[in-house]
């Protein structure tokens, strides 16, 4: 959401300013890559910023400023789906995922993560109950930089309840034997390790609903 523009007194400035941006945006660069290179640090800088370097003898909040128009011009890839509230139409969450996606594009490892996380968690605030599935159809399928070589997802789908009651004590049986199938472990060992998957898995559960 756009935030109110400050006044100031040289108006030309903040123009070149709202130009300067938008000439980026045109040219195919990403908000990633403009912000980087506005708010990131400057060789032979003196400690100032590029935006601040360009545009703060002019406009006291330059970085504010930008920031501003950067929104404008640019806005965040989940910009539409945080305005989002529980209880949210099915076709205004489907909207805001593939906004999301088409505006990921540009990011770096790290950022795309972060933007996916919180993905995950706000798609569980408005009551959605298998929030990876969604994730993973909306990201997965604009980029494969999420996908190992083989095809295979990295981003885990959100599983199916059992149709019968589980047998815990069978459970822990067919959990061991294949920890055993796989791992070569000595006596008892094999044991801790399926009690740990299980409350590991219950605390996870609990701590997400």
Known sequence: MSTPLPTYNDQRTVDDIRNFVKR???????????EAGLFGP??????????EHMFGRDVPNATAVCRKYIDDFLPHP???LRSLNKGA?????EEALRLAAMNICGLDELARTMVIEECFHKLRELGIN??????SAAFESSS????????HSLTPEDPEPWP???DGVELLKEIKDTIQRYVVLTGSTSSPQAWFIVFTTIVFLVVNL
Do not use: C, Q, Y
Not at 24 to 34: N, P, Q, Y
Not at 130 to 135: D, E, F, S, T
């Open 89 to 93: 139409a099915f076709p205004d969450i």
């Open 78 to 80: 989940l910009e539409a």
């Open 130 to 135: 298998a929030p990876g599935r969604l994730v």
């Open 144 to 151: 494969g930089s999420e996908s190992t070589d083989t095809g």
């Open 164 to 166: 019968e009651v589980v």
């Open 24 to 34: 980026k945006k045109d040219g195919g660069v990403s908000r990633a890559e403009l």
């Open 42 to 51: 400057r060789r032979n800088g003196k400690g100032k910023t590029l935006a």
